[in-house]
């Protein structure tokens, strides 16, 4: 086990390392030099703009630039916002709970309402629940979810007026927010409503957060149980005179779930980039938002920043996936 | 009374082309203590009729015969529930790919307690005591430490003898072995056919051998059933068969024995098609 | 066999020889016979088939199928309803836009748009994942290594958000946003054709094929890639309603196509401010999408389900 993990830690650092060279081009690749995308429509005095090109190391030989950037990274530096003059890293970290709390939620509502709808399927092979359960998921497998959840907005937020139609909470609570968690600091400030209201807001996002990878789960989950109902030692199992239940909620779940977890890992790049289209629909103040503002608004080490951090996330998240790939599977575990 | 009669059972699997007939009406009698070979090629319904005892064909197989009883007690009319108090308990089954029968992802020890704790009322640790035990019985060194080996960690044989000790763990009276050494080295078969002879003597079960092998048959069984896609060709006990075999698929079946060669070539069943398809001739052409 | 061949008169020899084409010609056909039997029993995936080639058709034949012009702006109809509802005109069936464009028509363009996306897009990450795939799989060593370690960067990447990056980087726009989701797709298409490489080259009719002589461009792409695209050609279809798919949402954050352009994701980002006042705006193109794309994935489906082997069987 310790040297699956090694083994996968020592193959995610080439991929780092390409990682940062891509977040390191991409300000180089852009049109332009930073110092114009700055200064705009204004202009900037050329002999100033050359002592703060020679400050910002842009007149050093490419390798050189590269090698202070990574040192910079390693250090946490990830550049500063020209908008906010904030550090990239310090407004990454005040707004990255927000989109946790949007995407564990999203992630908990699949998993729920996924695994146990597409072994319902399995079980129910060809059945009209099977047919209706599948064709929903195909659906939502093809949602455009930014046009589903105007869709939910016109429906709930207009028509119904139940949910709120932007934001975390509701703008009359004011409270400390110390996690960031938006759903903990409203219970614990004991403001009366602020989780209520924190609820509601939570609630239309995270459905349509969900709407994919609910859709990818559940279909995984039918085809992995599919699978796995045809294997030896289910049969095995039924003929030990075991309860349908314990035959196909431990012997063939156990097994099933191996795949699935792969797939749900997969789900944390989905989530992101759905994030980026819910958070802006919503107007979520999570990282989703910030990076298209920051695009529009030409914050461009602001994206550079968010481009890194987004995929360290991605790539951690993904080790923890194979960690866990690992210890469900007693045949990797065990080599 | 016999231990498990069976009249006229006949098992038909719905596909796509139409309804199949895997078996057309054949009869099983085992007493207690007895060993029944029943042999047959592929395809011939020798593991069909098996898994209906056992409840185990899918939903697309219907399931008719005149008398399905164990010990006197109809099994058709069981509930499933009460179909499973029996299942795994009194009748018992093993199969012939052993790594492929155990779940990948528990422990012997946890797959063998499983049956003892679904049938038995024994505390954790008399269960975990008798798995040690049965581990013991059927022969696998060190079995403290195997209770928490994975079936990927052992060997094809050390699997079989993990499920025959999943099967007799509860001490069954009929035992069921679906091509048990098939997939086994030839080294490994004749061990684990004298530890199920071995356990068979011992307890007094009923044990149905299910095979191909005309030489498992001479060494285990006390009875045989010979049987041809899903017909019944023969039944007789297991000396007269290899002495004077009547019907002409048998004839056939022990001509084709590698010990029956003559010459450079070996004969097959297909060469005494002709004796025994009843299908008339015009038919077929 | 050699003194028999020599013997024969070159008459014979291309007797023999069209017999060889129309048998290979026969088995070309009986395999195709064979797909279409099994993707017909899919309901779904006929269905999806139907209306994809529908629309094609009215893409197509659009300037004749359309009510009116994309971008005639009517002043006496702004946020016109759909005819069916109060105050809906029966010259705009799904009603109009917030400058009096009529919506169906701009649907019916829209629908050229969105294939045309799905085909360009499609085509470069086929053919360039296809190249580097087989490249990197016949090749192994560290050719295989290098290509796998920049698919990998990529992959590490959400879709969208290195698709906004890369439109960053080329400016936004329609061609610009094709290209970023040909690039972003192109890893799947490495992975599977290398995977189905490795899996090929081995077996005895490869080595057949190379001892007979046959050099490494004829080895990798005539010989080995056919037996490959199974599995390419469903990713090809997934990939078609994801394409489409993203390009809707570039265009919904403003940086696909740009407006006027009638593409259905752009029109949905002009419609965004009217969302509680006029549903239609906000409803008809994103549904546009939604079937689209559904239909696209059900004969994904279905081609998966005909062209799997292993699912054949059962």
Same mark, same amino acid.
């Given at each position: 086990?310790?040297?699956?993990?090694?083994?996968?830690?020592?193959?995610?650092?080439?991929?780092?390392?390409?990682?940062?060279?891509?977040?390191?081009?991409?300000?180089?690749?852009?049109?332009?030099?930073?110092?114009?995308?700055?200064?705009?429509?204004?202009?900037?005095?050329?002999?100033?703009?050359?002592?703060?090109?020679?400050?910002?190391?842009?007149?050093?030989?490419?390798?050189?630039?590269?090698?202070?950037?990574?040192?910079?990274?390693?250090?946490?530096?990830?550049?500063?916002? +020209?908008?906010?003059?904030?550090?990239?890293?310090?407004?990454?970290?005040?707004?990255?709970?927000?989109?946790?709390?949007?995407?564990?939620?999203?992630?908990?509502?699949?998993?729920?309402?996924?695994?146990?709808?597409?072994?319902?399927?399995?079980?129910?092979?060809?059945?009209?629940?099977?047919?209706?359960?599948?064709?929903?998921?195909?659906?939502?497998?093809?949602?455009?979810?930014?046009?589903?959840?105007?869709?939910?907005?016109?429906?709930?937020?207009?028509?119904?007026?139940?949910?709120?139609?932007?934001?975390?909470?509701?703008?009359?609570?004011?409270?400390?927010?110390?996690?960031?968690?938006?759903?903990?600091?409203?219970?614990?400030?004991?403001?009366?409503?602020? +989780?209520?209201?924190?609820?509601?807001?939570?609630?239309?996002?995270?459905?349509?957060?969900?709407?994919?990878?609910?859709?990818?789960?559940?279909?995984?989950?039918?085809?992995?149980?599919?699978?796995?109902?045809?294997?030896?030692?289910?049969?095995?199992?039924?003929?030990?005179?075991?309860?349908?239940?314990?035959?196909?909620?431990?012997?063939?779940?156990? #097994?099933?779930?191996?795949?699935?977890?792969?797939?749900?890992?997969?789900?944390?790049?989905?989530?992101?980039?759905?994030?980026?289209?819910?958070?802006?629909?919503?107007?979520?103040?999570?990282?989703?938002?910030?990076?298209?503002?920051?695009?529009?608004?030409?914050?461009? +080490?602001?994206?550079?920043?968010?481009?890194?951090?987004?995929?360290?996330?991605?790539?951690?998240? #993904?080790?923890?996936?194979?960690?866990?790939?690992?210890?469900?599977?007693?045949?990797?575990?065990?080599? | 009374?016999?231990?498990?009669?069976?009249?006229?059972?006949?098992?038909?699997?719905?596909?796509?082309?139409?309804?199949?007939?895997?078996? $057309?009406?054949?009869?099983?009698?085992?007493?207690?203590?007895?060993?029944?070979?029943?042999?047959?090629?592929?395809?011939?319904?020798?593991?069909?009729?098996?898994?209906? %005892?056992?409840?185990?064909?899918?939903?697309?197989?219907?399931?008719?015969?005149?008398?399905?009883?164990?010990?006197?007690?109809?099994?058709?009319?069981?509930?499933?529930?009460?179909?499973?108090?029996?299942?795994?308990? $009194?009748?018992?089954?093993?199969?012939?790919?052993?790594?492929?029968?155990?779940?990948?992802?528990?422990?012997?020890?946890?797959?063998?307690?499983?049956?003892?704790?679904?049938?038995?009322?024994?505390?954790?640790?008399?269960?975990?005591?008798?798995?040690?035990?049965?581990?013991?019985?059927?022969?696998?060194?060190?079995?403290?430490?195997?209770?928490?080996?994975?079936?990927?960690?052992?060997?094809?044989?050390?699997?079989?003898?993990?499920?025959?000790?999943?099967?007799?763990?509860?001490?069954?009276?009929?035992?069921?072995?679906?091509?048990?050494?098939?997939?086994?080295?030839?080294?490994?078969?004749?061990?684990?056919?004298?530890?199920?002879?071995?356990?068979?003597?011992?307890?007094?079960?009923?044990?149905?051998?299910?095979?191909?092998?005309?030489?498992?048959?001479?060494?285990?069984?006390?009875?045989?059933?010979?049987?041809?896609?899903?017909?019944?060709?023969?039944?007789?006990? %297991?000396?007269?068969?290899?002495?004077?075999?009547?019907?002409?698929?048998?004839?056939?079946?022990?001509?084709?024995?590698?010990?029956?060669?003559?010459? $450079?070539?070996?004969?097959?069943?297909?060469?005494?098609?002709?004796?025994?398809?009843?299908?008339?001739?015009?038919?077929?052409? | 066999?050699? !003194?028999?061949?020599?013997?024969?008169?070159?008459?014979?020899?291309?007797?023999?020889?069209?017999?060889?084409?129309?048998?290979?010609?026969?088995?070309?056909?009986?395999?195709?016979?064979?797909?279409?039997?099994?993707?017909?029993?899919?309901?779904?995936?006929?269905?999806?088939?139907?209306?994809?080639?529908?629309?094609?058709?009215?893409?197509?034949?659009?300037?004749?199928?359309?009510?009116?012009?994309?971008?005639?702006?009517?002043?006496?109809?702004?946020?016109?309803?759909?005819?069916?509802?109060?105050?809906?005109?029966?010259?705009?069936?799904?009603?109009?836009?917030?400058?009096?464009?009529?919506?169906?028509?701009?649907?019916?363009?829209?629908?050229?748009?969105?294939?045309?996306?799905?085909?360009?897009?499609?085509?470069?990450?086929?053919?360039?994942?296809?190249?580097?795939?087989?490249?990197?799989?016949?090749?192994?060593?560290?050719?295989?290594?290098?290509?796998?370690?920049?698919?990998?960067?990529?992959?590490?990447?959400?879709?969208?958000?290195?698709?906004?990056?890369?439109?960053?980087?080329?400016?936004?726009?329609?061609?610009?946003?094709?290209?970023?989701?040909?690039?972003?797709?192109?890893?799947?298409?490495?992975?599977?054709?290398?995977?189905?490489?490795?899996? !090929?080259?081995?077996?005895?009719?490869?080595?057949?094929?190379?001892?007979?002589?046959?050099?490494?461009?004829?080895?990798?792409?005539?010989?080995?890639?056919?037996?490959?695209?199974?599995?390419?050609?469903?990713?090809?279809?997934?990939?078609?309603?994801?394409?489409?798919?993203?390009?809707?949402?570039? /265009?919904?954050? /403003?940086?696909?196509?740009?407006?006027?352009?009638?593409?259905?994701?752009?029109?949905?980002? !002009?419609?965004?401010?009217?969302?509680?006042?006029?549903?239609?705006?906000?409803?008809?193109?994103?549904?546009?999408?939604?079937?689209?794309?559904?239909?696209?994935?059900?004969?994904?489906?279905?081609?998966?389900?005909?062209?799997?082997?292993?699912?054949?069987?059962?």
């Amino acid at each position: 086990m310790l040297r699956f993990l090694v083994g996968r830690i020592g193959l995610l650092i080439p991929t780092f390392i390409g990682v940062t060279l891509v977040a390191f081009s991409f300000i180089r690749l852009l049109p332009g030099d930073p110092l114009d995308l700055l200064a705009g429509e204004r202009g900037i005095d050329p002999e100033r703009k050359a002592e703060l090109l020679r400050q910002m190391g842009f007149d050093k030989p490419m390798w050189q630039q590269y090698l202070m950037y990574l040192g910079d990274i390693l250090q946490g530096d990830l550049g500063t916002s +020209f908008v906010s003059k904030k550090p990239v890293l310090t407004e990454f970290l005040t707004l990255f709970p927000a989109t946790v709390e949007l995407a564990l939620c999203a992630i908990l509502l699949a998993v729920l309402l996924g695994i146990p709808a597409g072994i319902f399927a399995a079980v129910k092979r060809g059945s009209f629940f099977d047919q209706s359960i599948m064709g929903t998921a195909l659906v939502g497998y093809s949602m455009p979810i930014f046009w589903w959840g105007l869709l939910l907005i016109i429906l709930f937020s207009g028509i119904l007026q139940w949910t709120p139609v932007s934001g975390r909470i509701s703008l009359i609570y004011f409270f400390p927010q110390d996690t960031g968690f938006m759903l903990i600091d409203s219970l614990r400030s004991g403001e009366k409503g602020a +989780f209520a209201s924190a609820v509601r807001h939570l609630i239309l996002p995270s459905v349509v957060l969900a709407t994919i990878p609910l859709a990818v789960i559940a279909r995984q989950t039918r085809s992995a149980m599919l699978e796995v109902l045809g294997e030896d030692y289910v049969r095995t199992a039924r003929a030990k005179g075991l309860s349908p239940l314990r035959v196909i909620g431990l012997h063939a779940l156990r #097994n099933a779930l191996i795949p699935v977890i792969t797939t749900i890992g997969l789900q944390v790049g989905v989530l992101l980039a759905g994030a980026i289209l819910t958070e802006t629909i919503f107007s979520w103040p999570g990282i989703g938002k910030w990076l298209v503002d920051s695009i529009s608004r030409r914050d461009y +080490f602001v994206v550079q920043g968010a481009l890194l951090l987004i995929a360290a996330i991605v790539m951690i998240v #993904n080790l923890i996936v194979d960690v866990l790939y690992g210890l469900v599977n007693p045949r990797i575990r065990h080599t | 009374m016999p231990l498990l009669e069976i009249r006229n059972l006949v098992v038909e699997f719905d596909t796509a082309a139409g309804p199949f007939r895997a078996l $057309d009406g054949v009869d099983y009698t085992v007493d207690a203590g007895e060993v029944l070979a029943i042999v047959g090629e592929s395809g011939s319904g020798k593991s069909v009729a098996m898994l209906a %005892v056992m409840g185990l064909l899918p939903d697309t197989a219907t399931i008719t015969a005149d008398r399905m009883a164990f010990e006197g007690r109809d099994l058709a009319t069981l509930s499933p529930k009460d179909r499973r108090q029996v299942i795994g308990k $009194d009748i018992s089954m093993i199969f012939q790919e052993p790594i492929a029968s155990l779940n990948p992802c528990f422990t012997v020890g946890f797959q063998i307690g499983e049956v003892l704790k679904t049938h038995t009322r024994l505390s954790g640790s008399e269960r975990a005591a008798r798995v040690i035990e049965l581990l013991k019985a059927v022969g696998i060194p060190e079995p403290e430490r195997r209770l928490s080996s994975f079936p990927h960690q052992m060997s094809g044989g050390q699997c079989q003898r993990v499920m025959i000790a999943m099967a007799i763990a509860c001490s069954p009276k009929l035992l069921i072995a679906d091509e048990p050494t098939t997939a086994l080295d030839v080294t490994i078969q004749k061990q684990i056919l004298d530890l199920l002879l071995k356990l068979q003597a011992e307890s007094g079960m009923g044990l149905i051998m299910i095979t191909h092998d005309m030489g498992v048959v001479a060494e285990t069984a006390d009875r045989v059933v010979v049987q041809y896609q899903g017909r019944q060709m023969e039944e007789a006990d %297991v000396l007269s068969l290899f002495e004077s075999p009547k019907h002409p698929y048998t004839k056939a079946l022990l001509s084709a024995l590698p010990e029956n060669a003559t010459g $450079d070539r070996l004969p097959t069943v297909g060469d005494f098609r002709a004796l025994f398809e009843t299908a008339p001739k015009e038919a077929t052409a | 066999m050699t !003194e028999a061949s020599a013997t024969q008169t070159p008459a014979t020899e291309t007797a023999v020889a069209a017999k060889l084409a129309s048998e290979s010609r026969n088995a070309t056909k009986a395999m195709l016979t064979e797909f279409w039997y099994y993707f017909s029993q899919n309901r779904g995936a006929v269905i999806g088939l139907a209306f994809f080639l529908a629309l094609v058709v009215v893409a197509v034949f659009a300037p004749l199928v359309a009510p009116h012009a994309p971008d005639t702006q009517y002043r006496d109809s702004f946020l016109t309803p759909p005819v069916w509802e109060a105050g809906g005109k029966a010259a705009f069936l799904l009603g109009t836009d917030a400058v009096g464009r009529d919506i169906l028509s701009r649907l019916i363009y829209g629908a050229r748009y969105s294939l045309f996306i799905g085909v360009i897009v499609v085509t470069i990450a086929l053919s360039g994942g296809i190249v580097l795939g087989v490249i990197a799989g016949y090749f192994r060593g560290a050719v295989d290594t290098f290509i796998m370690r920049v698919m990998d960067i990529i992959l590490a990447f959400p879709s969208l958000l290195l698709a906004l990056v890369l439109v960053a980087i080329l400016g936004p726009g329609l061609t610009n946003a094709m290209i970023a989701i040909a690039l972003v797709l192109q890893p799947h298409f490495v992975r599977l054709t290398r995977a189905a490489v490795l899996s !090929e080259r081995n077996r005895d009719y490869v080595v057949a094929a190379r001892l007979a002589g046959a050099g490494n461009m004829r080895l990798m792409f005539k010989t080995i890639l056919p037996n490959c695209l199974s599995p390419l050609i469903v990713q090809a279809t997934l990939s078609f309603s994801s394409a489409i798919l993203d390009a809707a949402a570039l /265009g919904f954050l /403003g940086m696909g196509a740009q407006p006027p352009t009638p593409e259905w994701g752009t029109m949905l980002a !002009e419609a965004r401010e009217f969302i509680l006042r006029a549903w239609w705006v906000v409803t008809f193109p994103g549904l546009a999408i939604l079937i689209t794309v559904l239909a696209i994935n059900l004969v994904g489906d279905g081609l998966r389900d005909a062209l799997d082997p292993k699912l054949k069987r059962s």
